[in-house]
């Protein structure tokens, strides 16, 4: 994001909002390249049979997924270096007039214009692919991803048109609390929480009905005299992990819009720390999201056969130890729906 702001707020000028959207920023990167690492384990290894691991084949990578992995990893580290850059540059390179804020405020300073456009740019691939994992896990129903597609294309629009406003403007000192940047950054920010609202609530609901489904087929571990992790067991990690990635992006989201609304130079620590953000997120649901997860979905609303195993117990009354049996059966579509 532009790094300038309102000369005349005085409660947190521009120079120390600077300093503190640094820190953050760096800080959420750091955390970012955690879950950049386990994530990359997930895109291009595989379990194998006997319990190791292996690289995938070229075949078997999902390149789509890929492209957006490497993306988001690429702006975030721009991000961060031209924070250190911009700073670097506004309090010991700058010589010129008005010292450090002017270098800061400085709206058609080219690092300003590609940092908004790399940060909005990053938030909207994040909030593709956020859109495009709820139409995989509704099997392919391109009917219900259009409330959130409308709302993304809003985003968009707003994205154009900031960028078009820092681009054209008379006046370079403007800031992104001016009365000329303002409303653009208000309806951008509040479009995107709302639309990951929606978007991370409907994943969430669909997960739970299959995973509801699948239990009536299923006997609970304590049934079978064994703690083995069951595959609805799974699917509700997958719920917490998107309930709790989702609740911190959003709510983060929704912070940014009310400091950009409130017009405080808080806007650029919160606005990069959910630039960084939307990389954890990414990360954390396809860390959760393996393709075979994606087959279930898609049989599960498409009508196909959905094979998976039923384990039977003896009697519990018998004093010998449980047997437990195995058998893979395949269950029709329409005896689960």
Same mark, same amino acid.
């Given at each position: 994001?532009?790094?300038?702001?309102?000369?005349? %707020?005085?409660? %947190?000028?521009? *120079?120390?909002?600077? %300093?503190?959207?640094?820190?953050? =920023? &760096?800080?959420a990167y750091g955390i970012y390249l955690v879950t950049f690492c386990f994530c990359a384990r997930t895109l291009f290894w595989i379990s194998t049979a006997n319990g190791g691991e292996r690289l995938r084949r070229r075949g078997e990578i999902r390149w789509f997924i890929v492209s957006v992995f490497? /993306?988001?990893f690429v702006v975030n580290t721009f991000m961060d270096v031209t924070g250190l850059v911009h700073n670097l540059k506004a309090f010991v390179f700058y010589r010129g007039a008005g010292c450090a804020q002017a270098e800061l405020t400085d709206i058609h300073e080219w690092i300003n214009i590609a940092r908004s456009s790399a940060g909005t740019a990053n938030i909207l691939v994040g909030d593709f692919v956020l859109i495009f994992r709820c139409y995989i896990v509704f099997g392919r129903r391109w009917q219900v991803i259009i409330p959130? /597609?409308?709302?993304?294309?809003?985003g968009l629009a707003m994205t154009i048109k900031l960028?078009?406003?820092?681009? *054209?403007?008379?006046n370079a000192a403007i800031t992104l609390s001016s009365d000329i940047t303002r409303p $653009? $950054?208000?309806?951008f920010f509040a479009i995107t929480a709302a639309q990951n609202v929606l978007t991370t609530s409907l994943l969430i609901w669909r997960i739970w009905r299959?995973?509801?489904?699948?239990?009536?087929?299923?006997?609970?571990?304590? =049934?079978?005299? *064994?703690?083995?992790v069951t595959p609805h067991s799974r699917l509700r990690r997958v719920i917490r992990v998107v309930a709790e990635s989702g609740l911190a992006y959003s709510t983060l989201m929704f912070m940014t819009f009310v400091a950009s609304l409130c017009g405080s130079d808080a806007l650029y620590a919160l606005g990069n720390a959910t630039l960084q953000a939307t990389g954890i997120s990414f990360d954390l649901i396809i860390i959760r999201s393996t393709p075979s997860r994606d087959e279930q979905f898609t049989s599960f609303e498409h009508g196909t056969a959905y094979r998976a195993p039923l384990e039977f117990a003896r009697?519990?009354?018998?004093? *010998?130890?449980?047997?437990?049996? &195995?058998?893979n059966v395949t269950?029709?579509?329409?005896?689960?729906?």
């Open positions: 994001m532009a790094l300038a702001s309102r000369t005349h %707020f005085a409660a %947190f000028p521009i *120079t120390e909002a600077q %300093f503190t959207d640094n820190y953050v =920023e &760096t800080l490497w /993306f988001i959130s /597609f409308v709302l993304y294309l809003a960028v078009h406003v820092e681009i *054209t403007t008379s $653009w $950054w208000c309806a299959v995973e509801r489904q699948s239990m009536l087929y299923r006997a609970a571990p304590s =049934e079978l005299g *064994t703690a083995s009697s519990k009354n018998r004093s *010998t130890a449980v047997d437990i049996v &195995t058998i269950i029709p579509e329409n005896s689960y729906r």
